[in-house]
């Protein structure tokens, strides 16, 4: 079946405690982004790539890390998580090398205490 | 900067009413524009795009919108909603010459009444 796969689906965390969020999908897509979702500002992009050792940055990403070493992984690493970090976030992948057609992840809901 | 604004946060309709529901973007280049649907407790799917051509564009379970670049509006339209529309819904926009970035809007929750 083809999906985008995040873990974990909850996380609950403390201040500066690194952390990794991973991202995999089985479509062979080129594009995979990130997204956190809050009330009231919907979704906003954190990162992008639109192919493997290429990211660049979205709207918010101070505060986060991710790499592309191969096609079908994205990780968003949170080196040193904050309380403003806490967030459902989404991982989503697209064939090309642009956001032409969405697939998201089921979210992961992240609390920083 | 490009922005994505929603004009209705929470809209309440009966079944069978008619629905639009309001996206402008701020973008003076050419964009690609998308509606995405959440329905409760799943994840985001694509409702409808448009990236050129015919700006009437249909797209999954009855719903269409109408690029109309001179007002810089891309609005979501449903002749006749049903209890199962029940969701949230997002307009987003990727500028031509801004790579893989993508602007969300607030989003639009939308509650039907059986």
């Known amino acids: 079946e083809a999906q985008v796969t995040q873990n974990p689906r909850y996380l609950i965390t403390v201040t500066g405690k690194k952390l990794t969020v991973t991202c995999s999908q089985n479509?062979?897509?080129?594009?995979m982004s990130w997204y956190r979702q809050d009330p009231g500002l919907g979704l906003r992009q954190i990162y992008y790539?639109?192919?493997?050792?290429?990211?660049d940055k979205g709207d918010v990403p101070e505060g986060y890390k991710v790499s592309r070493k191969e096609k079908r992984n994205f990780p968003l690493i949170l080196e040193s998580p904050s309380p403003n970090q806490t967030s459902l976030y989404f991982c989503?992948?697209?064939?090309?090398?642009?956001?032409?057609?969405?697939?998201f992840g089921s979210g992961t809901q992240l609390s920083v205490l | 900067a490009q922005s994505v604004s929603q004009h209705n946060h929470h809209v309440i309709l009966s079944e069978a009413a008619s629905l639009e529901l309001g996206c402008n973007y701020s973008?003076?280049?050419?964009?690609?524009l998308f509606w995405y649907v959440q329905y409760p407790g799943q994840h985001l799917q694509l409702l409808l795009k448009y990236f050129s051509g015919d700006p009437l564009v249909k797209g999954i379970k009855g719903f269409e919108a109408e690029f109309i670049k001179s007002k810089f509006s891309f609005n979501l339209r449903k002749p006749s909603v049903q209890w199962s529309d029940t969701a949230e819904y997002f307009c987003a926009v990727n500028g031509a010459d801004q790579g893989g970035k993508l602007i969300f809007g607030q989003g639009t929750e939308l509650s039907v009444k059986p």
């Open positions: 479509m062979n897509h080129e594009y």
């Open positions: 989503a992948s697209s064939p090309g090398q642009r956001a032409r057609k969405l697939f």
């Open positions: 790539s639109m192919n493997v050792e290429v990211t």
């Open positions: 973008y003076g280049g050419t964009v690609n």
